[in-house]
């Protein structure tokens, strides 16, 4: 007798929003292992000495996400979206916490160029890219959207644009904007 495949991800959002108390369950179950993905992808951009851990960023998300009322993810693209923006604010929260004191010069060096950010971004730098994303939402919600689907998921161009919805080539437009804007609003100042 063959197994009837699980539901996609958008399904099970739609029967979550239903209200389905199954679907939760079977959205997590289905979900977890693109969620340690992600997550890895953070932590690997963290300093050594971070207290949070790969599964303790997805046990956070898990509980800001899910402990909201109502459901509001439309489809997959508006899921991962939402989670990849969780663990951004889950990890500037730690740094925020980490150090309450101001930056002595406010200005940080954050290198989006390849998607090549070294182990151990110093937790100003996070607050501070984190700040110039939050400005760049108010310029440009898309391209701030997929700073974080890219930089801080680590989704690649093909997988960004198909969860944005939008052409490589607008994504590709969007990037450059993104990272140029970035840049100069993290350039040390002269």
Do not use: C
Request: no cysteine; glycine share 4%.
């Amino acid at each position: 007798m063959p197994s009837n495949p699980p539901p996609p991800v958008t399904e099970l959002l739609s029967a979550l929003r239903a209200g389905d108390p199954r679907a939760k369950d079977e959205l997590v179950t289905r979900v977890y292992p693109e969620l340690r993905r992600i997550a890895a992808h953070y932590m690997r951009q963290e300093r050594p000495s971070h207290t949070l851990r790969t599964t303790g960023l997805v046990n956070e998300v898990y509980l800001r996400l899910f402990g909201r009322t109502p459901i509001e993810w439309q489809n997959r693209a508006h899921f991962f979206a939402a989670v990849a923006r969780e663990m951004r604010h889950i990890l500037v929260d730690y740094a925020r916490a980490r150090h309450a004191k101001k930056r002595p010069d406010g200005n940080a060096v954050v290198s989006l160029s390849g998607l090549d950010v070294a182990a151990g971004v110093r937790d100003e730098d996070l607050v501070a890219l984190d700040e110039a994303l939050t400005r760049l939402e108010q310029v440009d919600p898309r391209a701030s959207r997929i700073i974080e689907l890219r930089f801080f998921a680590g989704l690649g161009e093909r997988d960004a644009a198909e969860a944005m919805g939008i052409s490589i080539s607008t994504l590709k437009r969007d990037w450059n904007f993104a990272k140029a804007w970035l840049f100069d609003q993290l350039k040390p100042a002269p």
